[in-house]
């Protein structure tokens, strides 16, 4: 049994160096490809987050703010057509219409 007993150590310690090898290696490549990875970001045109947000924010109210514009220029457009449409009086038919007394021409009027 004694004698087994060593060979089962050695291959325990053997297993135990080779784990040992495997997760060193394992650091070792993920700290490569971190590197990699910050070089191939570094090398692309990127924006923090912060400063993405604050940008989408002023493109929602410029957004905002044009729809809200659109929506007046609308109405000042069909104000400007009913203008348009409007029949436009002529001297003849002016003339032909009663003025309505002005709130001097009743003054005078009812002054005794």
């Known amino acids: 049994m004694q004698n ?13 160096g080779a784990m040992g090898a495997l997760s060193g290696l394992r650091a070792e490549m993920e700290a490569m490809l971190r590197q990699q990875m910050e070089r191939f970001t570094s090398g692309l045109d990127l924006v923090p987050r912060e400063e993405f947000d604050v940008v989408q924010a002023m493109a929602q109210k410029a957004r ?26 002529t001297p003849a038919t002016a003339a032909a219409k009663p003025k309505a007394p002005t709130a001097k021409a009743v003054k005078a009027k009812t002054k005794p």
């Open 64 to 89: 905002q703010e044009q729809e809200a514009l659109a929506v007046r220029v609308a109405a000042l457009e069909a104000q400007l057509a009913a203008l348009a449409a409007a029949p436009k009086a």
């Open 4 to 16: 087994q007993n060593p060979f089962f150590e050695d291959i325990a310690r053997v297993a135990s």
